[in-house]
């Protein structure tokens, strides 16, 4: 845990930032290490369902990136697997917002939040984000 310029505390993930959205990362899908994939920008841990994530399976392209387009889209297309939503309809809206509720949060453990949901464009803490209203956020005794 660091201190922000303001003094309030700033939790560092337990995943590699770095990692999310690299296709030619060393920890991307190694035999034996966590599943991950990020929706809205909320990192899940999707090793549970490795038969759908995993290597080699149907929904394997979303892993290691926000795919909140994808997923809205309900499209395993390389141009859909970004975060951004511009222009999706709103019945592709209400799809992401479904699926982001009544699959992912319902079914797999958040680990953490990408870049772009606690950061700033220029890199500075984004002061609005507060853990403690983010789903599943729970506060553990680990710091």
């Not at 997923?71 to 592709?92: F, N, Q, R, W, Y």
């Not at 797999?108 to 983010?134: A, H, M, W």
Request: proline letters at 8%; glycine letters at 10%; a negative charge.
């Amino acid at each position: 845990m660091t201190d922000s310029h303001d003094g309030n505390p700033v939790l560092k993930p337990s995943y590699c930032l770095g990692c999310i959205g690299k296709p030619r990362c060393p920890r991307r899908i190694t035999e034996g290490q966590p599943i991950y994939l990020a929706v809205k920008g909320v990192v899940f841990d999707v090793t549970s369902g490795k038969e759908f994530y995993g290597k080699g399976a149907p929904y394997n392209a979303l892993v290691g990136k926000d795919s909140t387009r994808g997923v809205a889209k309900m499209s395993l297309d390389p141009a859909d697997l970004t975060h951004d939503i511009t222009g999706l309809t709103e019945e592709e809206l209400k799809s992401l917002d479904d699926i982001f509720n009544n699959v992912y949060k319902a079914k797999y453990p958040i680990v953490g939040y990408t870049s772009r949901r606690i950061l700033n464009e220029d890199g500075s803490p984004n002061l609005d984000f507060k853990p403690e209203d983010q789903p599943h956020f729970n506060i553990k005794d680990e710091f």
